[in-house]
């Protein structure tokens, strides 16, 4: 799915803050504390996965409209093959 410039500033964000997670798991593990620093990583990746993968209530709307203009506006291409 094509993400416009608001998709990537969302992930932006979201990534800006998963970083010092990511980052203090990675120091654990180094500590040799290996449950809390997966435990960690495994959280910082789940912030980045759930804002790529999840859709939320403001999503909607703009699936809608691309749904809508996919159905009213056929290209020259959808004519020929039909």
């Known amino acids: 799915m094509a993400g ?3 998709d ?4 932006l ?3 800006v803050f998963a970083i010092p997670v990511a980052l203090f798991g ?8 290996f449950v809390a620093g997966v435990g960690f990583l ?3 990746a789940g912030m980045v996965a759930i804002e790529q993968y999840l859709v939320t209530p403001t999503d909607l709307p703009s699936m809608a409209a691309e749904k809508t203009v996919g159905a009213v506006a056929k290209t ?6 039909d």
Not at 26 to 33: C, D, M, N, S
Not at 76 to 81: K, P, R, S
């Open 8 to 11: 990537t500033i969302g992930l």
């Open 76 to 81: 020259d291409e959808d004519d020929d093959q």
């Open 26 to 33: 990675a120091e654990h593990l180094l500590r040799g504390e």
């Open 42 to 44: 495994a959280i910082a």
């Open 4 to 6: 416009g410039i608001l």
């Open 13 to 15: 964000t979201v990534v």
